[in-house]
């Protein structure tokens, strides 16, 4: 199973970017789907996360300012981020839990995207 993940960029504090993540390959089911974000020098943190059913949790820092979502069908993830301050640079990282097929077995799914680069100038 791939994740990959886009619409990172550079923008101002205050401004605004949505990224995306689909997940693609022998997937049987994916249960929850995250974002996360690890900044130059310092440990990868969560985010937020959605689960197949829509339960959401997020970052004390992201709270009213990101939004996570997913489409099911489609196996993507989307965090819409407003408000960036310069404290969100990172590279976002996006990630799946689930099963996938394995041959002709189920098995666990733990997937990891390449990142996507969030820069926020101050």
């Known amino acids: 199973v791939q994740l990959q993940a886009s619409g990172g960029g550079l923008v101002q504090a205050g401004g605004s970017l949505r990224l995306s993540c689909a997940a693609s390959?022998?997937?049987?089911?994916?249960?929850?789907m995250g974002w996360y974000r690890q900044a130059p020098g310092k440990q990868r943190e969560l985010v937020a996360t959605i689960t197949s059913d829509g339960n959401t949790n997020y970052a004390d820092s992201v709270k009213d300012r990101f939004t996570i979502s997913r489409n099911n069908a489609k196996n993507t993830v989307y965090l819409q981020m407003n408000s960036l301050k310069a404290e969100d640079t990172a590279v976002y990282l996006c990630?799946?839990?689930?099963?996938?097929?394995?041959?002709?077995?189920?098995?666990?799914?733990?997937?990891w995207g390449q990142g996507t680069q969030v820069t926020v100038s101050s």
């Open positions: 390959g022998s997937i049987f089911s994916i249960n929850r």
């Open positions: 990630h799946a839990v689930g099963l996938d097929y394995s041959g002709s077995r189920v098995s666990a799914l733990d997937a």
